[in-house]
């Protein structure tokens, strides 16, 4: 069993529609967790990172992290076209320095 | 503040050369990652560095390798290529402590013939 496991989708959405993004995770020891958006042919940029359980939301988007659970979420509303990515949930164990990934989930928003 | 960036963007080599990448962190960072990204297994990780020192070693062979300099910028190297070796290497830099607000480079896309 993969220590992160995400659905590489594609997820395909019409404009304006709500996104729901998931992982799962094996390793109780994950106290951070990331979320990454990634162009075609760009490096991954950082929407939003959360410490251990609870929500954090940044314009329109959410996160949450239930840690009982092992499962993380991306909410994104409104989505627009430029949404367009593919995104990728990271983790880490506290004191290392050592990111791991999800595969990423490949989104297409409609205009 | 100029980003991360990586030289050169594109490579072509054949089985059995070695390649260097290049990557320079955005100023001020001093923890330098590097990621090897393929369809097949997604993001892995495979060194990180901090102050000239190897911290942190993924599950590569040991043809992988790496340094830091005194400036921060790092090198990656692989040695004896193989069709497999074919990947965006990805580099990230973050400040002491942060990895968690880590900050990737565009990506050396390596094409092993």
């Known amino acids: 069993q993969k220590e992160v496991e995400q659905d590489p989708g594609p997820l395909s959405v019409p404009e304006g529609a709500i996104v729901s993004l998931n992982c799962t995770y094996s390793n109780s020891a994950f106290q951070y967790f990331m979320w990454y958006r990634q162009y075609s042919r760009k490096g991954p940029e950082l929407l939003m990172y959360t410490y251990s359980s609870g929500n954090k939301e940044d314009g329109r988007f959410t996160a949450q992290v239930d840690k009982s659970s092992k499962y993380i979420s991306l909410f994104i509303r409104d989505s627009q076209p430029s949404d367009s990515a593919t995104y990728l949930c990271?983790?880490?164990?506290?004191?290392?320095?050592?990111?791991?990934f999800g595969k990423g989930t490949k989104l297409t928003v409609n205009p | 503040k100029a980003g991360v960036t990586q030289t050169p963007r594109y490579l072509i080599k054949t089985r059995g050369q070695q390649v260097t990448l290049s990557c320079s962190p955005i100023?001020?960072?001093?923890?330098v990652s590097w990621y090897q990204q393929t369809p097949g297994q997604g993001l892995q990780f495979l060194f990180e560095?901090?102050?000239?020192?190897?911290?942190n070693k993924g599950n590569f062979p040991g043809r992988f390798s790496g340094r830091q300099f005194s400036n921060s910028r790092s090198e990656m190297n692989v040695s004896t290529l193989e069709l497999g070796d074919s990947a965006l290497y990805l580099c990230?830099?973050?400040?002491?402590?942060?990895?968690?607000?880590?900050?990737f480079g565009p990506g050396t896309r390596l094409t092993v013939l």
């Open positions: 990230a830099s973050s400040l002491e402590g942060q990895v968690n607000e880590q900050f």
């Open positions: 560095y901090f102050s000239e020192t190897q911290r």
């Open positions: 990271a983790m880490k164990r506290g004191g290392s320095e050592k990111l791991v």
């Open positions: 100023s001020g960072h001093r923890s």
